[in-house]
């Protein structure tokens, strides 16, 4: 893996199973209303994912998301050095929690306009963890990389 895009895109879809984790407990202790999965539910099928057809297609695609996601801090964070890293990971993190409700408002989309303190609450944790684990993991690949 000595490509930065492949290493950034591998990271982001390992690290993905971190939010996946939060998002999910938070869900199911009733600390948040919504999923990521049922974002990326209303970006792609216009609902909440129904059945496990829908929810398992909405998982697949959050992390190719946060994949691609992974792939942008990967390709610019060379132009910013490795110094502090583990701060511009938190940094990417909560520009992605920011731009997510930027957008679900920017398009009015139904359902995601009136989402409860908690629910935005517990996504952004998601999201500083995720940007947390990224820096870390794509740290870890990069110095794999030079170390060989």
């Given at each position: ?22 998002n999910h407990g938070a869900y199911a202790l009733n600390l948040n209303s919504l999923r990521w999965a049922d974002f990326m ?108």
């Amino acid at each position: 893996m000595r490509d930065r895009f492949t290493r950034g895109l591998v990271a982001g879809i390992i690290t993905g199973v971190v939010p996946m984790i939060i998002n999910h407990g938070a869900y199911a202790l009733n600390l948040n209303s919504l999923r990521w999965a049922d974002f990326m539910g209303k970006f792609l099928l216009g609902t909440k994912p129904v059945g496990p057809a829908e929810f398992a297609l909405t998982v697949v695609a959050e992390f190719i998301l946060l994949g691609l996601f992974g792939t942008v801090f990967s390709l610019i964070t060379p132009h910013l050095s490795s110094v502090n890293y583990l701060v511009k990971g938190l940094a990417f993190g909560a520009f992605i929690w920011l731009f997510s409700y930027f957008l679900t408002n920017m398009f009015h989309l139904p359902g995601l306009m009136r989402v409860p303190v908690k629910t935005v609450i517990t996504h952004l944790i998601a999201g500083l963890l995720w940007g947390l684990a990224l820096s870390v993991a794509l740290n870890w690949l990069d110095h794999r990389i030079k170390t060989q």
